[in-house]
């Protein structure tokens, strides 16, 4: 028992755990509760105890945060890897949260992840692809750019053929997101050719490929050249 605790006018019996925490076993509701005891001084010097419920470490982030020691707790993490929780859930939480944002883009690492907006959104005009010239990944928002640009830059640094995967069901993008790719490095001219012969309507998607696409931009000192293949293949039930 602690002579401070006269003071502290909570009903119950107060015991010691360690050097500054007590449990009070309070007999009307028969639970355990947790405290800090603090010291703290009143005004005309002498001592008196008070006793403050243990917090979870989120109220603890929380309480701080309110009294400006910490920066406000983020609500959506451009980077799946800075999650301080990784689990599906919160994967689906932040890609989410972040959707809601207009923020269609999220990086796992190098990785760019895109859900479909299925509307037009500002942030592909000539500005953008400006502002993500030359920037290391990661130190402005997710985006298509800044994938193009890493890929671009690193080839003219390191000398070495890049490549870049796009992949993802029918209807979620791949298309448009090529699309944004070439028209930030290349002619966009060759897409609309590409169109006409390879896509058709389909339940899914308006403007669906039906085919698998092998894109190779060669880029010379004075410019670059285009290139492609095509890989056609048809499934059981497709004509
Ligand atoms: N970033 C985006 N912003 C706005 N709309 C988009 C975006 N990405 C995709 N869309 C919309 O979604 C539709 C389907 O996208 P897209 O054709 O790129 O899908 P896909 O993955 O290539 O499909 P498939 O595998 O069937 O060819 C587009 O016609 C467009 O309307």
Request: glycine share 6%; hydrophobic share 35%; charged share 20%.
């Given at each position: 028992m602690l002579?401070?605790?006269?003071?502290?006018?909570?009903?119950?019996?107060?015991?010691?755990?360690?050097?500054?925490?007590?449990?009070?076993?309070t007999?009307n509701?028969c639970?355990?509760?947790?405290?800090?005891?603090?010291q703290?001084?009143?005004?005309?010097?002498?001592?008196?105890?008070?006793?403050?419920p243990?917090?979870?470490?989120?109220?603890?982030?929380?309480?701080?945060?309110a009294?400006?020691?910490l920066?406000?707790p983020q609500?959506d993490?451009?980077?799946?890897?800075?999650?301080?929780?990784?689990?599906?859930?919160?994967?689906?939480?932040?890609?989410?949260?972040?959707f809601?944002?207009?923020?269609?883009y999220?990086?796992?690492?190098?990785i760019?992840?895109?859900i479909?907006?299925?509307?037009f959104?500002p942030i592909?005009?000539p500005k953008y692809?400006?502002m993500?010239?030359?920037?290391?990944l990661g130190?402005?928002?997710?985006?298509?750019?800044a994938?193009?640009d890493?890929?671009?830059y690193?080839?003219l640094?390191?000398?070495?053929n890049q490549?870049?995967?796009?992949?993802?069901?029918?209807?979620?993008?791949?298309?448009?997101?090529?699309?944004?790719l070439?028209?930030?490095s290349?002619?966009?001219?060759f897409?609309?050719?590409?169109?006409?012969?390879?896509?058709?309507?389909?339940a899914?998607n308006?403007?669906?490929?039906?085919?698998?696409k092998?894109?190779?931009?060669?880029?010379?000192e004075?410019?670059?050249?285009?290139e492609?293949?095509?890989?056609?293949?048809r499934a059981?039930?497709?004509?």
């Amino acid at each position: 028992m602690l002579a401070g605790f006269k003071e502290c006018k909570q009903p119950g019996i107060f015991l010691t755990v360690s050097r500054n925490q007590c449990v009070s076993l309070t007999a009307n509701t028969c639970c355990f509760r947790l405290y800090n005891l603090t010291q703290e001084r009143n005004r005309d010097g002498s001592i008196r105890y008070v006793h403050l419920p243990m917090l979870s470490k989120e109220q603890e982030a929380q309480r701080l945060a309110a009294r400006g020691f910490l920066p406000p707790p983020q609500d959506d993490f451009a980077d799946l890897c800075n999650l301080p929780v990784l689990n599906e859930d919160s994967i689906l939480n932040n890609l989410r949260t972040r959707f809601h944002k207009k923020k269609i883009y999220t990086y796992a690492g190098s990785i760019l992840i895109a859900i479909n907006p299925f509307k037009f959104l500002p942030i592909y005009n000539p500005k953008y692809v400006k502002m993500y010239e030359n920037h290391q990944l990661g130190k402005l928002e997710p985006h298509i750019f800044a994938i193009a640009d890493v890929a671009y830059y690193a080839m003219l640094r390191k000398k070495v053929n890049q490549c870049i995967v796009i992949s993802g069901e029918s209807g979620s993008g791949k298309t448009q997101s090529t699309n944004f790719l070439i028209h930030s490095s290349a002619d966009p001219l060759f897409i609309s050719c590409l169109w006409a012969f390879g896509n058709a309507k389909t339940a899914h998607n308006n403007n669906s490929s039906r085919f698998g696409k092998f894109i190779q931009v060669n880029y010379l000192e004075s410019g670059y050249l285009l290139e492609k293949s095509r890989l056609v293949s048809r499934a059981k039930n497709e004509r």
